[in-house]
């Protein structure tokens, strides 16, 4: 190599460097704000569920020593599960079955929806979204306690509902409907953003080309706008689904009661109570590797999906 290519290299890797820097001088706030506001309370929850219990003031004792944990608490909690006398099992197999209930309403609802305004919206495309996005501005819980004044024994929904002749119903009763109504209402704008945006990424001509190869309305539909959308359906239901299944503050407002109790309500009376806080620990983290099965199939299929598009 030449005098000449040496210097140049050199001078390449010494603006390289620099650059190199300027990433990790931008990217260091958010590993500074993940690993305290993650990576810490992550290791604080390992170490409560692999510590022990102060039998003397019921309080759990933190071991942060890996090498001195306890599968104690794990032993109780998997009895607690999926034991001979276990009476956290059906509970789980109650909130996947209304998460799967309401996340196939979710999609069954937001999906007309955000075609409508991703392929008919034209100009005002923005003001729809607005309009549909807006009512979700007003915090969660607001919201419920909105749906609690409708849903109540003289509330609006039994007043019209009298109209046409249909005795009072007891909505906050402990109702799975009601319970399965709150979640859709809670996280539905999550998924018509996200499909409105898989849908207004697909390029009207191949739409116009199937129509012109002699498909119908509904055949297009199901053999190009439909598979040209699979990402997003998958994008959305992972949104939805995540922050569904550990879910509590719902069912608490809209039910209250032990019929339609999740496992976010048993995991949050656990942590409340001082003796069972090191369960409640270990069942969050059962509940969190459970929640990463999904996140490593969407991935999965990303990855596919990017290298068949290439």
Sequence with gaps: MTATGVRARRGGQRQRQPQRWFWVALAAPGILWLAFLFIVPFYA????????????????????NPLQWSSANLAKAWQ???????????????????????????LVIAYPVAYFVARFGGRRKGLLLVLLIAPFWISYMMRMLAWIDLLQVNGYVNKALGLVGVSPVNWLGGLPFTVILGLVYGYIPYLILVLYAGLDRIDPSLIEAGRDLGLGRTRTFIRVTLPMSRQAILTGLLITVLPMLGDYFTNQLLSGTTSTTMIG????????????????????????????????YYVAATNRSSRSAT
């Design 45 to 64: 929850m390992l170490a409560i569920a692999g510590g022990r219990l102060n039998l003397i003031f019921e309080q759990p004792v933190a071991v942060w």
């Design 80 to 106: 607690d599960v999926a034991g001979a006398g276990a009476f956290d099992g059906p509970i789980v197999i109650r909130t996947i079955v209304y998460v799967a209930i309401a996340s196939v309403l979710c």
């Design 265 to 296: 309500n048993v995991i949050d009376g656990q942590l409340q109570t001082p003796a069972f806080q090191a369960e409640g620990a270990v069942l969050s983290l059962m509940l969190l590797l459970i929640l990463t099965i999904p996140m490593i």
